[in-house]
């Protein structure tokens, strides 16, 4: 069940406007230990939420390597989400109406510090495993950066230090549909929502690979000229996301990720990457167009202590969410390896690993 956190006093952006309060949405699961030394703290990606057990199904849950039966894990919603924490739809208390497209551009630095903040709140003084994929994996990035000393060990998939050019124009893409669409961020019914649609079928191509379509959405009938399954699977990606997210939280969102850049004031992203003083193991997708190899290369290059993993994928970019059973086995070896180095210091922290066989769920970037 999603919990509130009411912060009431004020926050400050990177960009310098302040926002008077903030409400964080999250989840936990399990319980804390005696020793409160089994946290693992999950970072979503771009339209998420904080129920981590419903996105990540077979990496998060009983039996599974994230085992709430073992570990007290939590994942909090973002600023700029559509789930919960402060956001476009927020009252703005100046005006007394949803902040709307005149929501503040927040950071991926900004969000990094709310995690911190909602932590410390929580009395989570000691993170042992912090991780997340694409955007949350930039976030779990940048905190990492900004507070090395809280975490015992570090997961980022299919992620970067900076935000590249390719993504930016990606990003940029979709906000040019969104503002095609006059309705955007006004009060007429359905607004935004042939934006969004537009929008969110050109992510898909981000996140997903030639082979993805190649083996999903041929043809049955090669002599057809009309009525496509890949144009009929571009529109139901569309109308999925208008039911479940605000066209003014997308916009937002997307202005954050664009932010991404862990070496902005710390000399570069070598400095900064240099800070992270967690061992860490970094996933990597061979068929990811959006976050390629070579981004996650960088990162291991510069991260101390770090080991760089290339899974085998035909599911692109959105691989970090669908090949559970991959990285579940990964990060339980990671774990396991951590296990035997902690040894001499006592610290327990075992893996959850069933063994157990599932099928791998058809989902999409989230």
Known sequence: MTKYLHISHSFTLESGVTLPSLTAAYNTYGQLNEARDNVIWICHALTANSDAEDWWPGLVGEGFTIDPAKYFVICVNILGSSYGSTSPKTINPATGQPYSLDFPLVTTRDNARFFALVADYLGIRRIRLLMGGSMGGQHAGEWACLDPGRFDLLCLLA????????????????????????TLGTDTPEAGRR????????????YRH?????ATQQQSNSEDIDDFRASSYQRYQGVKLWKRFAPTCYYALTRSMDTHNLGRGRGGPAAALAKITAPTLIISIDTDVLFPTEEQSLLSRYIPNSRLEVMSSDYGHDGFLVETPKIGLLLADFLADQLTIDAGTKRAFTDGLSGRTFAIPGTEEV
């Not at 124009?169 to 549909?177: I, K, L, W, Y």
């Not at 030639?210 to 190649?214: A, E, G, H, L, Q």
């Open 159 to 182: 992620t970067n230090a900076r935000f590249s050019p390719y993504g930016i124009a990606f990003n940029e893409s979709q906000r040019m549909a969104l503002r095609a669409d006059q």
């Open 195 to 206: 934006g969004l649609e537009a929008a969110r079928s050109m992510a898909v191509l981000s």
């Open 210 to 214: 030639y082979r993805t379509y190649d």
